[in-house]
């Protein structure tokens, strides 16, 4: 009997699973070998055993990062690849470093750093999953950490300004976009009729930028004109996650949205209370001082 394995991750919307990349990789990847993993939606990254998501645990053993992940599994003999040539494997490497390299960048930036993104959708949508008052700082933790990410990888000669950076890799999605899409062709999957690590991978990354609703959409309209691109993630939520395609009803679509709107309000005003605050402390700190300036007695 193969010993318990649960994997902590982010929840998800939209009409998928999760709305984390490298979680939604993990779990497609488990779902293609057959992995029989208990699935833990967490409310923030501090209560995952390393800090980080996603986490899997099994007998004792804790292990984060997609990488590490899929291979414990494939060592447990809950293998995607099997099938897989030693070029196939060599293609499937290239591929997923170039996902990380080409599209990453972007994927984060609308997330994380386009400001009508982040402030309607990212920070509210992460805020009600996390309990006060880790709601007011946890997503701009997050935040900050995706730009010094692009940053630290993005950011050298001759790029130095954020525009500049933006603009690349934009560019670079779009061109990892059209790779993808031309080596995907008519087929169901990356490698034939059977999903691998590869489909994992890319699986993980297009699917939040193909069904979240955001304001900023230039990578999304990117994608919708890549049809097999789509077809390919409607397929994968379709036969392995049972999820449908539009993810709401109209009605709930109008109500998840309202719902958004006023949850946008509430965070909104609990971080301007913040700020009253500490202004407040601040004015009285420095009226006391100042009082107590006034009242030392002057030198003759």
């Known amino acids: 009997m193969a010993a318990p394995m649960e994997l902590s991750c982010w929840g998800g919307d939209w009409g998928l699973p999760s709305l984390h990349p490298e979680s939604l990789t993990v779990m497609a990847y488990a779902k293609f070998s057959g992995a029989p993993l208990t699935v833990n939606t967490i409310n923030n990254s501090w209560r995952a055993p390393k800090g980080d998501v996603p986490v899997l645990i099994s007998e004792g053993i804790v292990i984060s990062q997609p990488a590490k992940i899929l291979n414990f599994l494939r060592r447990q003999k809950y293998n995607a690849d099997y099938e897989l040539s030693a070029k196939q494997g060599a293609d499937t490497l290239a591929y997923i470093a170039l996902l990380e390299e080409k599209l990453l960048p972007a994927l984060l930036h609308t997330f994380w750093v386009e400001?009508?993104?982040?402030?309607?959708?990212?920070?509210?949508?992460?805020?009600?999953?996390?309990?006060?008052?880790?709601?007011?700082?946890?997503?701009?933790?997050?935040?900050?950490?995706?730009?010094?990410?692009?940053?630290?990888?993005r950011g050298g000669p001759p790029l130095y300004s954020v525009t500049e950076v933006e603009a690349?890799?934009?560019?670079?999605?779009?061109?990892?976009?059209?790779?993808?899409?031309?080596?995907?062709?008519?087929?169901?999957?990356?490698?034939?009729?059977?999903?691998?690590?590869?489909?994992?991978?890319?699986?993980?990354?297009?699917?939040?930028?193909?069904?979240?609703?955001?304001?900023?959409?230039?990578?999304?309209?990117?994608?919708?004109?890549?049809?097999?691109?789509?077809?390919?993630?409607?397929?994968?939520?379709?036969?392995?996650?049972?999820?449908?395609?539009?993810?709401?009803?109209?009605?709930?679509?109008?109500?998840?949205?309202?719902?958004?709107?006023?949850?946008?309000?509430?965070?909104?005003?609990?971080?301007?209370?913040?700020?009253k605050i500490r202004l407040s402390l601040f004015l009285c700190r420095w009226t006391t001082t100042f009082v107590r300036v006034l009242s030392i007695p002057l030198e003759s």
């Open 115 to 153: 400001a009508e993104n982040y402030c309607s959708v990212t920070k509210p949508w992460f805020a009600s999953r996390i309990a006060f008052p880790l709601s007011l700082y946890l997503p701009g933790k997050m935040s900050r950490e995706a730009l010094n990410r692009i940053l630290l990888t």
């Open 168 to 275: 690349q890799i934009y560019r670079d999605a779009k061109e990892c976009l059209n790779l993808l899409s031309k080596r995907l062709g008519t087929s169901q999957f990356f490698f034939g009729d059977t999903p691998t690590t590869l489909d994992a991978f890319v699986f993980g990354f297009l699917a939040p930028i193909y069904k979240v609703c955001f304001p900023r959409v230039q990578l999304q309209e990117h994608l919708k004109q890549l049809p097999n691109l789509c077809r390919f993630c409607d397929d994968i939520l379709t036969c392995y996650f049972r999820l449908t395609l539009s993810g709401h009803s109209p009605a709930g679509q109008d109500t998840a949205d309202a719902n958004l709107q006023k949850l946008t309000q509430l965070v909104n005003k609990e971080s301007n209370l913040i700020e």
